[in-house]
T-cell receptor, first 113, second 110 residues
């Protein structure tokens, strides 16, 4: 149980375009989801906390106008990288908290060319 | 601030034991441990709540010393499948907002 499905697994986009990443909780309701970014050989860095029905909370240094987060239902949170640039290329991972820990989506590898 | 893990990397032979440490500069509500294989998302191993508890399953266990703001992960009789990067995650406020540690790359060789 407690599966988080993340799509797409990978995406290549042109510089200047926008990319949407979806994160769905399949068998539970997630009022809160978290979005992380991980650069090669580095740790996961929290970008924002996504709250169902309200605005996301962004970590310091994360541009909220560039990384749009929408959490319109209890099972779906989306991250849109707007006007993507090569420096946005990274591994993006969502997660949801459970009573006993956390479960992660499978991650999305974004490459901006 | 990001929790600091030590060692940064370790190579073990199958059957050997290892200890990975996680140290935070903040008071902690809980500590989590994760293992990440290359190219994959992290996999949750266990969570420890403040109160100085110790947990384990099979040959992987962990301890949490809230006074020292430290946690340790113990891997005994390591197996090849234990290879990966281990991250601790800390939560200082009980709000489920986890800050990941610097990571420890573990390689188990035959």
């Amino acid at each position: 149980g407690a599966v988080v499905s993340q799509h797409p697994s990978w995406v290549i986009c042109k510089s200047g375009t926008s990319v949407k990443i979806e994160c769905r909780s399949l068998d539970f309701q997630a009022t809160t989801m978290f979005w992380y970014r991980q650069f090669p050989k580095q740790s996961l860095m929290l970008m924002a906390t996504s709250n169902e029905g309200s605005k996301a909370t962004y970590e310091q240094g994360v541009e909220k106008d560039k990384f749009l987060i929408n959490h319109a239902s209890l099972t779906l949170s989306t991250l849109t990288v707007t006007s993507a640039h090569p420096e946005d290329s990274s591994f993006y991972i969502c997660s949801a908290g459970l009573n006993y820990g956390y479960t992660f989506g499978s991650g999305t590898r974004l490459t901006v060319v | 601030q990001q929790p600091v893990q030590s060692p940064q990397a370790v190579i073990l032979r199958e059957g050997e034991d290892a200890v990975i440490n996680c140290s935070s500069s903040k008071a902690l509500y809980s500590v989590h441990w994760y293992r990440q294989k290359h190219g994959e998302a992290p996999v949750f191993l266990m969570i420890l709540l403040k109160g100085g508890e110790q947990k384990g399953h099979d040959k992987i266990s962990a301890s949490f010393n809230e006074k020292k703001q430290q946690s340790s992960l113990y891997l005994t009789a390591s197996q090849l499948s234990y290879s990966g990067t281990y991250f601790c995650g800390t939560d200082s406020g009980g709000y489920q907002k986890v800050t990941f540690g610097t990571g420890t790359k573990l390689q188990v060789i035959p």
